[in-house]
Each structure stands twice: as structure tokens, then as C-alpha cells.
């Protein structure tokens, strides 16, 4: 596996946990979206600044443009996703937003000119039916037509998400993600500000969960997503993404000693196949490389 490939894992899997570390915060969906984004931002910029002196983005206009949309987009869709995580649970909320995956496949060879292969479209079909499995019973136990609308329009923006990042190009690294982060944080705070202000409750158990959201998680995750997924395909993205929802569910078992049904497990064991058939490259194939 390349450095690319191992960095987007380790994003996927602190991704994986944000469910359980929010779930210790006190705040409105929104205000948790606003200080995960600040913070991280915050630390992005400090890092940056340390290391490389100054930003450079601006030298590419296009790309920039792309890079702040992308930003935008982000923060808009964590807004939707964390709104759903509130009305309708955080499983039918993800089984909800990893549509966005779907919607990335389906664009891929008309935005990236990526051939979406039938054996990749196979292992994709065999990854979603894997989520079903994980996470669909769920979406039968509620009638919040609200919330589930809340999570599929998180998925819409996913897939605006990626697809403007995926057209970035000279700006990668630390600063792709410090811009892209700081973008999604201008976006939430916007947000905030019309919807109610700058007041904001906060609880002394909540500073700890949320330093830990917004520095780790958020922070050293967006660094580890942003700086990889420009050296991977955008089917790879969109298909190895639903590694995120099912590290959550071993999460939940492991920390909070939530019952891990038997249609989870068959679900898990779809997901890391198809996840592995789309990457493991048959030999004939890697020989004629």
C-alpha cells in the first residue's frame, strides 16, 4: 500500500469516531460543527505558518477558487450530516450521507474520465449492500422525513465536496487541507451567526471532547484526508469511504458496549470485501505492468 492509501485509511478510521466523541458534547449540532472547525482550522494554520513560513494557494487561481469551494462545501454537508446525527441516529444519518460515494462513482467518468470498470461497479454494488446490512434496519424504524432528508443532502454536498477537491491542482499537503478546513469553518460560522448569534453555553465536561474533535479529528484528519486523496482515484475514494461508517460501528461496540447484531457483522464482512476486490489487482494484471 502507498503513503497516499495509508494516510486516507488513518483519516477514515478517526473519521470513523467523531460519532462517539460528539456524543459526549452538550452543544446543538451546529455549535459542535462550528468549534470542530475552528479549532481544527486553528491548529492547521499555527502548524502551517511553523513549518512553511507562508500560503502560496493564490498563485493558483483556478485551483484556489476550487479549493474554497470545496471548503464550503464540506462545512455545509457536516452541517446536514450533524442535524441528521440529531433527528434520526447516527445509522440511518450514514447510511444517509455514504450515498455521496454513490453519486462520485456514477460522475467519475464524466468529470475525471475514470472508466468505471464492471468489476469495480460489482465491488461497489457489494460494498453498499454491506451498509444495507449495517445500517438499514434502521431507516424502517423511522418516519422523520426531515432528518433523513437532512442526511441525503449531507450527501449531495460529500459529492461537491470531492469533486471540486479532486480538481485541485499545485496546492496539496498541509495547505490544501489548512485552506479547505478554513473554508468549511468561514462557511459554519456564517451559518451560526444569521441562525443565533455568537452565544454560546458551554459546559467544562464539554472542553475536553471537544479539543479532542477538533484537533485530532478534525485537524490531523483533514490533513491526513486532504494530502491523500489527490494521489488516489476518485472511485477509490468513493468506494475505500465506507471503511468511515464501519469503523464507527466497531467504535460504538467497543467504547460504548453497543450490541453488534448479526446482520452488522455479515454487512462488515461485505463491506471489507468488496473494499479489498477493488484494490487487491488480479496477478495476470500486475504482470503486464
Known amino acids: 500500500m ?42 492547521l494554520i499555527a502548524l502551517y505558518l511553523i513549518y512553511n513560513k507562508r500560503f502560496t494557494f493564490y498563485r493558483y487561481k483556478k485551483s484556489a477558487v476550487y479549493l474554497w469551494l470545496s471548503g464550503f462545501a464540506m462545512g455545509v454537508s457536516w452541517l446536514f450530516l450533524y442535524e441528521a446525527y440529531k433527528q434520526v441516529g447516527v445509522s440511518v444519518a450514514s447510511l ?53 432528508a437532512f442526511a441525503l443532502l449531507s450527501a449531495v454536498m460529500y459529492a461537491v465536496m470531492l469533486c471540486f477537491s479532486k480538481k485541485v491542482e499545485g496546492i496539496s499537503g498541509m495547505e490544501n487541507a489548512t485552506v479547505q478546513l478554513t473554508a468549511a469553518f468561514v462557511a459554519v460560522f456564517v451559518f451560526v451567526a444569521f441562525k443565533q448569534g455568537l452565544s454560546f453555553d458551554i459546559q467544562s465536561n464539554d472542553i475536553a471532547p471537544l479539543l479532542v ?62 473494499a479489498l476486490c477493488a484494490e487487491l489487482r488480479p496477478k495476470a494484471h500486475m504482470t503486464k505492468q
Open 2 to 43: 502507498d503513503k497516499s492509501f495509508l494516510k486516507y485509511m488513518a483519516a477514515l478510521l478517526l473519521f470513523g469516531s467523531n460519532g462517539i466523541v460528539a456524543g459526549r458534547i452538550s452543544l446543538s449540532s451546529h455549535e459542535i460543527v462550528l468549534f470542530r472547525t475552528m479549532i481544527g482550522s486553528a491548529l
Open 96 to 148: 444517509g450521507y455514504y450515498c455521496g460515494p454513490i453519486i462520485v462513482m456514477a460522475l467519475s467518468p464524466f468529470l475525471f474520465k475514470e472508466k468505471l470498470t464492471k468489476r469495480k461497479l460489482l465491488c461497489f454494488l457489494v460494498v453498499f449492500v454491506g451498509i444495507v446490512f449495517v445500517d438499514g434496519n434502521a431507516v424502517y424504524e423511522t418516519h422523520n422525513l426531515g432528518g433523513i
Open 213 to 274: 474533535l477538533g484537533l485530532l479529528n478534525t485537524g490531523i484528519g483533514c490533513f491526513l484526508y486532504f494530502s491523500s486523496i489527490g494521489g488516489i482515484k476518485v472511485q477509490t475514494v468513493a468506494l475505500i469511504g465506507y471503511i468511515e461508517p464501519l469503523s464507527a460501528i466497531f467504535f460504538s461496540f467497543i467504547f460504548l458496549h453497543e450490541q453488534l447484531l448479526v446482520g452488522q457483522i455479515i454487512g462488515a464482512v461485505l463491506i471489507i470485501s468488496g
